[in-house]
């Protein structure tokens, strides 16, 4: 079960409610503009609700249902990237696309920027011939270059190759039910070749920040760290390298926070953000053992991150989701 969690926490960071783009943590944001933007309301916890309820009814083939609650959590202040375009599928596949365009131009304001899985996700086809989506995909196109402009191209062209091998492996893991023994010992070969190879660039490069390599892959780079639990030794060694990366605006705070709980559980110690999980006796998820509980939601936002209870009901339906037999 622990790595039934592990590899569920991997794919909830890369997708989203109709298995696309990057979810909120995959992708850091675009540096800030000069007049900083209006700040976010503060969505209702009926509206947060509303949002993980309208998942459900999409993961299901309700569209038309998750459409209303995707718009009672809009009103109720619930924003993000991955509930927009996810209400956009769901506005285009409920047969209204002048309303999944505003939810389509609502997630690129957010930050939407993978262009690829735009192009080729077919929940949004009802939308590609009216006037407003070349605009909208114009800038997504734009912004997803910027997440890959790097110093050293191929450098973070290996990092990408070896992310989606990472990824790969697991959605097959997934597919099997976790039971297929071929693939979990796939998954430990792919680990240890990207441990070893990311311990070699960081040897002579130091950590693999935005600049060296862009903002995808230096995710990706995060992502083989979290993946490396056979090479704690080697988990402790890049945490004061991605603290560092963060002070310098190189790196991401809600990834730091994933793999300082990474190492600190990995090592025997309480946790500090709950992003680490385990199910208790009655199989619910909850957190490993945590250091000041009661003040964990405070630490959670101040890098960013949801409310533990958000967080645990997002994963409990990716493990509802998983555990489905597969048509």
Request: aromatic share 6%.
């Amino acid at each position: 079960m622990r790595r039934l969690v592990i590899l569920l926490t991997a794919l909830n960071l890369m997708g989203c409610a109709h298995g696309g783009g990057a979810s909120e943590s995959a992708a850091p944001q675009a540096a800030a503009s000069v007049t900083p933007p209006a700040p976010k309301p503060v969505a209702t916890p009926e509206a947060k609700q509303a949002s993980a309820e309208a998942y459900g009814l999409s993961r299901k083939g309700d569209d038309a249902g998750a459409l209303v609650l995707y718009r009672r959590a809009w009103e109720g202040g619930v924003r993000g990237k991955v509930m927009a375009y996810s209400a956009a599928c769901s506005a285009s596949l409920a047969k209204q696309p002048e309303e999944a365009l505003v939810w389509l131009a609502r997630a690129v304001d957010e930050g939407f920027d993978d262009a690829k899985h735009l192009d080729q996700d077919t929940d949004l086809d009802s939308i590609r011939s009216l006037p407003g989506f070349a605009p909208l995909r114009e800038r997504v196109v734009v912004a997803e270059a910027k997440q890959y402009e790097a110093a050293d191209p191929a450098l973070r062209d290996e990092l990408l190759k070896r992310a989606e091998e990472d990824q790969r492996v697991r959605r097959l893991l997934v597919a099997s039910q976790f039971k297929d023994e071929a693939v979990k010992a796939e998954m430990l070969k792919v680990d240890a070749s990207n441990t070893a190879f990311l311990k070699d660039v960081i040897a002579k490069r130091g950590w693999p920040g935005k600049a060296l390599v862009g903002a995808r892959a230096t995710f990706s780079a995060w992502l083989m760290v979290q993946h490396a639990d056979k090479d704690v030794a080697f988990q402790e060694q890049v945490l004061p390298m991605l603290e560092q990366a963060v002070a310098r605006g190189e790196g991401s705070a809600k990834e730091l926070a994933y793999l300082t709980d990474r190492v600190l559980v990995n090592t025997g110690k309480p946790q500090r953000y709950a992003t680490q999980l385990e199910p208790n006796e009655a199989g619910k998820m909850v957190p490993k053992q945590l250091e000041d509980p009661a003040n964990v939601n405070a630490r959670r936002a101040a890098v960013g991150l949801d409310s533990v209870e958000e967080y645990i009901q997002s994963m409990e339906r990716m493990k509802a989701a998983a555990s489905k037999p597969q048509p």
